[in-house]
């Protein structure tokens, strides 16, 4: 059964913690990305990888970091740095060779008590 | 800086209606563009993806319009059913060559009434 997870489904986090959202995709695509997506807004993109050991920044990258050391895992961290991290995170991956759809993992909510 | 506009916010029609989602983009200098589908608290599944060579793209009751001219693209659903009920987002992709950056509509909200 191919795909990509994410864990957890829902996430809680005390002010001034860092936490860390898993993603793997068994899809053998080399390009993962990680969006936000808040109420009534599209999503936004935080970082991307397109190769193993490499990384870009996307639009709102301020307060997050990434690791990418498999192909199959592109973890997302949310720093204490981040100054509203209650929202939606979308993981999704795409086939390098034909990057043009990109498939979604089903999302973690995390939310700031 | 390309911007991805989506009217209306929210839509509810009875089943069995035909209906139009609206995407319009500011820069029309675009490689592709996506629509997708979103049920509440769950991923994205891609439902039409046009080539900026494309007019259109069909899928079952689904058609997808794209004018880059104008910067608009159509969803049209056919004989809208009560499954079809969840959120539809237009992406368009950058034309920056070895980027994969994609930016996201803010969506409509269909709701199909039985």
């Known amino acids: 059964d191919g795909g990509i997870t994410q864990s957890p489904k829902y996430l809680f986090r005390k002010e001034g913690q860092n936490v860390t959202l898993s993603c793997e995709q068994n899809?053998?695509?080399?390009?993962m990305y990680w969006y936000r997506q808040d109420p009534g807004q599209g999503l936004r993109l935080i970082y991307y990888?397109?190769?193993?050991?490499?990384?870009q920044k996307g639009d709102i990258a301020e307060g997050y970091s990434v690791s990418r050391e498999k192909k199959e895992s592109f973890p997302l961290t949310v720093t204490s740095a981040q100054k509203n991290p209650t929202a939606f995170y979308l993981c999704?991956?795409?086939?390098?060779?034909?990057?043009?759809?990109?498939?979604f993992g089903p999302g973690t909510r995390l939310t700031v008590l | 800086k390309q911007e991805v506009t989506q009217i209306p916010a929210a839509l509810s029609v009875p089943e069995g209606e035909n209906l139009v989602l609206n995407c319009s983009f500011t820069d029309s200098a675009i490689y592709n563009l996506q629509w997708f589908r979103q049920d509440p608290g769950k991923g994205l599944t891609s439902l039409l993806l046009?080539?900026?060579?494309?007019r259109e793209q069909t899928s079952g009751r689904l058609n997808a319009s794209l004018d880059k001219s104008s910067g608009r693209s159509t969803l049209y659903i056919a004989a809208s059913q009560p499954g079809d009920s969840a959120t539809y987002l237009c992406?368009?992709?950058?034309?920056?060559?070895?980027?994969?950056?994609?930016?996201f509509g803010t969506g409509t909200r269909l709701k199909v009434l039985a």
């Open positions: 999704a991956s795409s086939p390098q060779g034909s990057t043009d759809t990109q498939y």
């Open positions: 990888s397109q190769i193993v050991n490499d990384f």
């Open positions: 899809l053998n695509h080399d390009a």
């Open positions: 992406a368009v992709r950058r034309p920056t060559s070895g980027t994969y950056k994609y930016i």
């Open positions: 046009i080539q900026s060579s494309q």
